[in-house]
């Protein structure tokens, strides 16, 4: 039996499938067009490489009628046969914000929900990415910030990522997929929605096309360079004492300093906070003490040190 020929719009989300698929698959899936085709193009290539595809559908609760929403998600994914389940999660907002709230809430649900021999995939295009690295360069946080959202992190797994958000609904259309359109990604009070559906396109406009995909060619170069810097920084053994830190090239000092402040239990790290540790280091004149999200860091007998606070 001949296979059924695919449209050009799943064929690429096939073949990006196809180069990270070595093992089953659990696909995060929202009910949105793209977590909806990737899903799909999983189940396809399951099938042609004899690999196990699950979905789960993630209810965060975050809007009225969440839970029928997730459900129709669900159904959907069960109409193409893959094995479908779903997670309710509670967000717990205090201290960051909604969406890092919800993000951290949907990856823990998806970690735990994973086998020891899945990949997790999700979702996010190519637009997400682009979205991402100006979030990053909006913070200020470096160049790590600059490198959006890697490929492979752990049992996560980005196919998605050299693909426009425009082909998922394509492959939608060619499958006769329904899709659910989250009326949160439009909302102006969210930062992303802002990027998304007023500064990207005036960057569009402005500059002509091709911005997205010049921002993702700076994701991949950012990450390769923020990558070489990290591992260097992780060589460091020397502890935090202030005139050993003071040799080191700034590049890599911040890095270890950020390492410390959250291996400590900081998050949400900003230069702000990074600079202001470093400058313990080198323009110390007796501070008191800085603060950074979640501690308090001092130097004292030229040692840095960190309490709660």
Sequence with gaps: MTRKALGPATLQLVQAVAAMASAGMLVACSGGADSTALAAA??????????????????????????RIAELAAERLWTQEIATQIVSVQVDASGVGIE???????????????GPAEIVLLGHTLDDQAETVLLGLARGSGIRSLAGMPPARGPFRRPLLSIRRAVTRQACAELALEWWDDPQNAERRFTRARVRHQVLPVLEEELGPGVAEALARTAESARADADCLDALAGQWKLGMDAAALSQLDPAIRLRVIRDWLRENGSTELGSVHLLAVDALVTDWHGQKFVAVPGLRVHRQDGQLNCVAG
């Design 42 to 67: 999983a189940a396809i290539m399951g099938k042609r490489r004899g690999l196990g595809v699950r979905a789960v559908v993630v209810d965060h609760g975050l809007q009225q009628g969440s839970g």
């Design 100 to 114: 890092a709230a919800a993000r951290q809430a949907r990856y823990d649900a998806l970690q735990a929900a994973a």
